[in-house]
């Protein structure tokens, strides 16, 4: 290779495999507080501005020399195409390898990273740390995982990014690094409290407020921004209209494809206003998926005509509004493409309809490519190699760096790919980048972060957007509101699944919190989400000194043991409500309940606004942005979209 090969061999050992957390896993969780004691934060000596710009004046000059164009422009312009390709052109064939890569790497320190972190990063990418990545393969995107130690705490996320960023441009010709992450709000988020979390996706739906998407793309890219990160894969665009859908639902808005189209378009302004790059996923549509694709190989059976009436309007919507980048979907979708491979891989999807039909030209970047949906058909050294030729400009988290990189450069310099075909892809990245405004302004700030992120004001506004979204679904004999006078002690009790975004959880133990704080004497008793005889015998026992007990449902089934406990509750004769803390679907299987209302979520703001509810402190507003079929005939529905109760 050219100047830094000796670099490559020396950096360079073999890689072992394992099975990672990957894009939209829900089970991962965030940091909840400060680093732990002892931990250190090594990256204290941020670029002062002064440095930036002398450490970027070669590339910033070159981008931005003046013309009568460029003169009458406002601030802030992005360069021409003609000079971001006369920047593709100094590059070497290796660099533009390296710019189609988004990867993880271990740490919260771009260069001093704790040691379990440098052995991880030895072990899967034959590097040390952040900045030998970079300056191995030249990669022109790093996503930030909780599992991979990236999002201890605000400050140290904006260390760790312009550790990145410093680590990128310090290289001959180095280049601004997008930074990435999920935040998608709801289920799947990376960075935790202090900063400002959302209700999810289907609680948003619920609402039905575009001004209320359009806010918290606003005040959630501000904080990313503050912190450094400037991607974000985040609206999820699915139409959701399978309950038993493993990877999406409520990470969705809902299952009508217009008012998702109507949501997925304000949110991504939102993220514009604050510029961040918001991403819309998963195309061409995940929603109607009885397989997870982290685990399987999920088969779309729509027909085309239904595609374009169902899944393609919010991605439509979402091309309209400016979207800066669409993630694909590692499933098959044999009405758009019959050859049995990913549309991650297929030319038809990727070319033919995203970029030829609906007239895309941003940003495509692959969900993770260490996702089996994606290694099912192809080995992972081909993976890379078809993806770029369907027409994907970024290459998410290949399994191994080393065998991905190699097999792209080996592509071009066999002729299966051609340079030109590279150069498409990275002027679309570095087109992104200059639009994010990452060649004057790449660094973070101390005092950003500070007056920005978590901010009382934002908090205040995530709560009062949480209170629009909790929907009341049954309420016979006026069970609800709860009241002080009139059932002063309240049993909570219930399932406690992890918290999925380092929020204080478990959700009862935030419930009763709440509760007691509104004026009850709230007691919190977790009996998990397969609660066993003697967890059960424990609640009603713990009932019989109550006046009014809460339950908190999670994805209840029919052979549930959680339909047990509620039975069993219902028996003590003291009124019950129950909240279903995920999915909206779980009513269904409790019929005999007098009350129920489903938060969408089980963070501490969606279960701060239900009890906010249950004491009658704010009325129920939302709405279900999804029908509930019937337990018994799953054909019928129990409850249609717009189904809702106030007081």
């Known amino acids: 290779m050219r100047r830094w090969r000796p670099l490559l061999r020396l950096l360079c050992s073999p890689l072992t495999e394992r099975n990672f957390p990957d894009i939209g896993d829900p089970s991962e969780v965030s940091f909840s507080g400060s680093p732990p004691e002892g931990a250190h934060v090594s990256d204290t000596g941020r670029p002062s501005r002064r440095a930036v710009l002398a450490a970027t ?46 990867m993880r790497v271990y740490g919260h320190s771009a260069t001093a990273p704790d040691q379990a972190d440098i052995d991880a990063n030895l072990k899967e990418l034959g590097v040390r740390t952040a900045a030998e990545l970079i300056a191995m393969y030249r990669v022109g995107g790093i996503i930030y995982f909780t599992w991979a130690h990236n999002t201890r705490d605000p400050q140290q996320i904006a260390e ?30 990376r960075v935790g409290k202090p900063a400002t979390l959302f209700p999810g996706a289907m609680a948003l739906g619920a609402g039905g407020s575009r001004s209320d998407a359009r806010t918290l793309g606003r005040i959630s890219g501000a904080e990313l921004r503050a912190m450094g990160i400037n991607q974000d894969y985040s609206p999820d665009a699915d139409v959701n209209v399978n309950p038993a859908n493993p ?159 190699h097999a792209v450069l080996k592509a071009v310099q066999d002729g299966e790919l051609t340079e030109s075909r590279l ?52 309420n016979d004999d006026r069970t609800l509101p709860f009241t002080p006078r009139t059932a002063r002690r309240i049993l909570v009790v219930g399932a406690d699944p992890d918290s999925p975004t380092g929020t204080t959880g478990p959700p009862t133990g935030v419930l009763a919190a709440a ?45 549930s043991s959680q339909r047990t406990l509620v039975e069993r509750l219902l028996a003590t004769g003291r009124p019950v409500a129950a909240l279903a803390v995920r999915n909206p679907y779980d009513v269904a299987q409790l019929p005999a309940v007098k009350a129920c209302l489903t938060s969408y979520g089980w963070t501490d703001v969606e279960v701060r606004a239900a009890a906010r509810v249950l004491a009658g402190r704010v009325a129920p507003r939302g709405k279900l942005p999804v029908p509930v079929p019937r337990a018994d005939d799953p054909a019928q529905v129990l409850y249609p979209i717009g189904h809702g109760l106030t007081y």
């Open 247 to 405: 990877i999406i639902g409520v990470r969705s808005f809902g299952a009508d494809p217009e008012a998702v189209g109507e949501l997925v378009a304000a949110e991504v302004k939102g993220y514009q206003q604050s510029r961040v790059a918001a991403t819309a996923k998963h195309f061409p549509g995940h929603g109607d998926t009885a397989t997870d694709s982290h685990t399987g190989f999920p088969v779309i059976t729509h027909s085309r005509d239904l595609w374009e009436k169902l899944d393609a309007v919010p991605f439509r919507a979402a091309i309209a509004a400016g979207i800066d980048s669409i993630m694909t979907a590692h499933i098959q979708f044999p009405a758009l493409d019959d050859s049995g491979d990913p549309a991650t891989l297929s030319h038809p999807v990727l070319t033919g309809i995203l970029r030829g039909e609906l007239g895309y030209d941003g940003v495509v970047i692959t969900d993770s490519l260490g996702m089996a949906g994606v290694r099912t058909k192809y080995g992972d050294d081909r993976v890379p190699v078809l993806a770029l030729k369907a027409g994907v400009d970024q290459l998410l988290n290949p399994p191994s760096i080393d065998v991905a990189w």
């Open 57 to 102: 004046a070669g590339l910033t000059a070159a981008l931005t020399a003046p013309t009568a164009t460029a003169r009458a422009a406002a601030p802030g312009t992005p360069p021409d195409d003609r000079r971001l390709r006369a920047l593709i052109s100094r590059m070497t064939l290796e660099e533009k390898v390296g710019q189609l890569f988004v």
């Open 160 to 189: 760790l990014s312009d550790g990145i960023q410093k680590a990128s441009l310090d290289q001959a010709r180095g280049l601004p690094v997008l930074v990435a992450t999920d935040q998608e709000h709801g289920a799947v988020c």
């Open 423 to 474: 150069d498409e892809s990275i002027l679309r990245i570095l087109r992104l980048k200059s639009r994010l405004g990452l060649f004057e302004a790449p660094y973070a700030s101390r005092a950003g972060v500070e007056r920005t992120v978590g901010t009382k004001a934002h908090l205040a506004t995530a709560d009062r957007i949480a209170e629009r979204t909790t929907t009341l679904l049954v």
């Open 515 to 559: 509760l007691t704080e509104l004026g009850f004497t709230a007691t919190a008793l977790s009996t998990g989400t397969s609660p066993s005889a003697a967890a059960v015998a424990r609640a009603v026992t713990a009932a019989q000194d109550a006046d009014a007990v809460v339950v908190a449902t999670y994805d209840v089934t029919a052979g």
